[in-house]
């Protein structure tokens, strides 16, 4: 069974930084891909980036050249390093593994852009 914890999210001001942090049950090399996807209120689910396992990073249009994801193997851990946060970044983000057997998801962690 798969595990994600996401950690990392809380307020923070506009134009500030925050990294979330997602947390693997065992290898994170076992999946085809990792991403981050978020939620807010009255709104879809939105996928805002994703990372192979070769390294290779998509980016939703909305957060290009602000969001950073990575992921340390070592660590069974997918970053995702978010600067020049805006308020409608405001939501709750989700950590996904992408098969090869399906889809998981974790919990969620709030982030609130707000001054």
């Known amino acids: 069974q798969v595990q994600l914890v996401e950690s990392g999210g809380g307020l923070v001001q506009p134009g500030g930084s925050v990294r979330l942090s997602c947390a693997a049950s065992g290898s994170i090399t076992r999946f085809n891909a990792m991403g981050w996807s978020r939620q807010a209120p009255g709104k879809q689910r939105e996928l805002v980036a994703t990372?192979?396992?070769?390294?290779?990073?998509n980016y939703a249009d909305s957060v290009k050249g602000r969001f950073t994801i990575s992921r340390d193997n070592a660590r069974n851990t997918v970053y995702l390093q978010m600067n020049s946060l805006k308020p409608e970044d405001t939501a709750v983000y989700y950590c996904?593994?992408?098969?090869?057997?399906?889809?998981?998801w974790g919990q969620g962690t709030q982030v609130t852009v707000s001054s």
């Open positions: 990372i192979t396992n070769g390294g290779t990073t």
């Open positions: 996904t593994s992408y098969g090869p057997f399906g889809d998981y």
